[in-house]
């Protein structure tokens, strides 16, 4: 019955931030000013976001040091992943990171709007024209009901409605649960994300061109793996687009 009572509690809190975000606030430093717009986001907070510039990986988006001649960078050149590219607007420090964690962890559903329109914006100087699905990375079934909202999800849905595009979030799903990563190694990830994906009706995304949806890239195990999955169902192509990316390994251009 407690447990009932906590995810009534979650889904009516989720339920109310989605419906009523306040117009003027700035979703990433709660500040008031009355020229915010539909972006939700402040002009100093605008300032502070570290936007990753073009010089980076082909492939998985990853900023290269000044100097660094090839267009893929050294992991990448001898790696190959199931998806084709990563779109990432911002890197994962200062700022980004903690609206991402207030976003998810404090219970700031609503906060998908301002995140959901960096990343439009980040594909409005991409060429999405050809992409047929959405497909955000699922939670397993535990986490969310603890959180209430899947955020991979909510961006999805922004995303969708803005370029009107459908979104499928019904069909890729988190079988087993996983450990946390961000403790594990690269070569740990892998190994626990590993087979933790299934499709349940694989024939929606045959032939498709997928836009699969996160929020934060690192490694690139989680994506790389539904990617696999959703390649096996029949997708045709899988780009990846998140809101923001770490370094993996450390390393820019190596
Ligand atoms: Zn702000
Ligand atoms: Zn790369």
Excluded: W
Excluded at 47 to 53: A, C, E, M, N
Excluded at 175 to 199: M, V
Aim: with cysteine; aromatic share 8%; hydrophobic share 35%.
């Amino acid at each position: 019955m407690k447990n009932i009572i906590k995810v009534l509690k979650t889904f009516c809190h989720t339920f109310l931030e989605l419906l009523f975000p306040e117009s003027g606030v700035c979703f990433i430093c709660d500040s008031y000013d009355e020229e915010i717009g539909e972006d939700h986001i402040c002009d100093e907070c605008k300032q502070k976001l570290k936007f990753i510039g073009e010089h980076r990986c082909s492939i998985c988006g990853r900023p290269l040091e000044l100097g660094y001649i090839p267009d893929k960078c050294h992991e990448c050149i001898k790696s190959i992943h199931y998806f084709t590219k990563v779109i990432a607007p911002l890197e994962y420090t200062g700022i980004t990171k903690d609206a991402i964690y207030k976003y998810k962890y404090g219970k700031k559903a609503y906060m998908y709007k301002a995140l959901g329109h960096l990343m439009v914006q980040a594909l409005q100087n991409e060429d999405i024209e050809d992409i047929d699905l959405i497909v955000p990375v699922p939670l397993h079934r535990s986490k969310l009901v603890n959180r209430g909202f899947n955020q991979a999800e909510l961006l999805g849905k922004y995303i969708s409605n803005y370029f009107n595009i459908p979104m499928d979030s019904k069909n890729l799903i988190r079988a087993r649960k996983t450990k946390i990563q961000n403790k594990l190694s690269k070569k740990e990830r892998r190994k626990n994300i590993k087979g933790a994906f299934k499709t349940k009706r694989s024939k929606v995304f045959e032939e498709k061109k997928i836009l699969l949806i996160d929020d934060i890239y690192t490694t690139g195990a989680t994506v790389d793996e539904c990617s696999k999955v959703l390649l096996h169902a029949g997708a045709e192509e899988i780009v990846v687009l998140v809101l923001a990316r770490g370094q993996g390994s450390g390393n820019r251009g190596q």
